[in-house]
């Protein structure tokens, strides 16, 4: 057996094993990248090391630090509040209410576990008060976090684009980006209709000023424990805290922001600091690590005790398997296992038909294992297939690659949905799960096929 072959194996073995327990896929990868690398392809430690990728952990712990302190003095729960408030009423607005919030958090840095489990248990109380469908709830909720994945400050993008980038690969952060949210947005728009959302735009409540719309009290949900039956080994993300207001006197929680974080003036802040990291990335080109870390430190500087446990709430187990498959993918380039897979990828008989299949099994290990460590992974092994002259649009398969390893996250086997099926309420759990895992086996053989035909072959 040939030395590549052995370290495609090992991968495989990874995602085995980060499937069946709730095993940190970037320790696997660790050890992997240690004993492959050392044992298999003769290689110093000094050279592992060498393939850590300092710039990728110092932007994952800058945008969750950043996102911690967010969550921590309230303005998470303010733009909640503000968007549930601009319904008026309106029921079938309130599933795309929290399909943008949690778009709208993902797009700015927050990791996708995180920003549904702090949307879903909020929108699955709001289904259950207002006879809204649970499933298309949690679904646009899962839609919405994927939808804003790939903004090139989030982390899922930052993944993808430093990868394509160092390829050397034409690459287009936008066109990802806007690839990922229309596609769920698509999506979302097909489920609303489908799930009984005709009905509700007939439906109206009272949410005068007299009788504000009360935020749902919900529970904080936490990640599974025990041998991942619903997750995958991104289950332990740490979920943020959520703090909902009790008061009869005041359901939407108004006078809860002192409690829940900061004052009014703190929070408008952070909203400043937010516009500010996006301005100073996408219009001066400043690295994101360093510019959400010194805002960070800016906030934490204006109420230390308040923000002092935001470094314990940086998304470690993240960041740690998105560094540990990163180091392990460079072990296998320097033993030459990326040019091995990418040529034989382009020996097929077709390159459309090698790129539809890269495509599935993004899909495939993504429904089961962790999408960010897909995206680290199959994405340089798919960078020599790009670079052999095979005709097909790198940019565009980019594209179909980042949706199709993304939006399976629907799946019960991925966090995501695992958060959903938890959030669920006076449900019965056996046909919840069965409904969300039927939806996923569909969009696992469904996306890949459209967004390779939409962003490959026209």
């Not at 993902?106 to 259950?128: D, E, K, L, N, R």
């Not at 962790?370 to 002259?389: K, N, R």
Request: hydrophobic share 55%.
């Amino acid at each position: 057996m040939t030395p590549q072959l052995i370290s495609i194996y090992a991968l495989c073995a990874m995602f085995v094993v980060a499937t069946i327990w709730p095993i940190n896929m970037g320790v696997l990868a660790f050890v992997g990248a240690f004993l492959v690398g050392t044992l298999v392809a003769g290689m110093q430690t000094k050279d592992i090391i060498a393939g850590f990728p300092g710039t990728l952990f110092l932007t994952l712990v800058g945008i969750t630090y950043l996102f911690a302190i967010a969550q921590n003095n309230g303005t998470i729960d303010l733009l909640v509040r503000v968007a549930v408030r601009a319904v008026r009423g309106r029921i079938a607005a309130i599933p795309w209410i929290m399909f943008g919030i949690t778009a709208a958090l993902t797009s700015v840095g927050a990791v996708s576990p995180a920003a549904v489990a702090i949307i879903a248990p909020i929108a699955m109380g709001f289904a259950v008060r207002y006879g809204i469908n649970q499933l298309l709830m949690g679904l646009l909720v899962i839609h919405g976090a994927q939808g804003g994945g790939f903004s090139p400050i989030s982390i899922y993008g930052g993944i993808t684009n430093t990868v394509v980038m160092k390829a050397g690969l034409p690459v287009s952060e936008l066109f990802t980006f806007f690839a990922s949210l229309g596609v769920n947005l698509t999506v979302s728009v097909i489920l609303f209709f489908a799930m009984g959302g005709r009905k509700l735009l007939s439906a109206r409540a009272d949410f005068s000023a007299a009788t504000p719309m009360p935020v749902p009290n919900t529970q904080v949900v936490t990640a599974q424990r025990g041998p991942q039956a619903y997750g995958d080994s991104e289950n332990e993300a740490r979920s943020e805290e959520r703090r909902i207001s009790n008061d009869p006197e005041d359901p939407l929680g108004e006078d809860a922001a002192q409690p829940t974080g900061g004052s009014r003036l703190y929070q408008i802040t952070t909203l400043v600091g937010l516009v500010t990291l996006a301005v100073l990335v996408l219009g001066f080109n400043q690295d994101i690590g360093f510019v959400s870390i010194t805002i960070g430190l800016v906030l934490s500087l204006m109420a230390p005790n308040l923000q002092k446990r935001a470094i314990g709430q940086v998304s470690w187990p993240e960041i740690m398997l998105i560094t540990g498959v990163s180091t392990y993918v460079v072990v296998l380039e320097k033993m030459g296992t990326i040019n091995f897979v990418g040529h034989s990828v382009a020996g097929l008989a077709s390159p459309m038909t090698a790129a539809l299949l890269l495509c599935f099994i993004g899909a495939v290990v993504s429904a089961f294992a962790s999408s960010t460590a897909v995206l680290g992974s199959l994405i340089p092994l798919a960078v020599p297939f790009l670079q052999s002259g095979t005709g097909v649009n790198p940019v565009g398969f980019i594209g179909a690659m980042a949706v199709s390893s993304t939006i399976v996250d629907v799946s019960p086997f991925s966090t995501n949905g695992a958060i959903v099926l938890a959030s669920a309420k006076n449900v019965d759990r056996d046909a919840f799960f069965r409904k969300l895992m039927g939806y996923g086996a569909l969009i696992t053989v469904v996306a890949p096929v459209v967004v390779w035909f939409l962003f490959v072959v026209l």
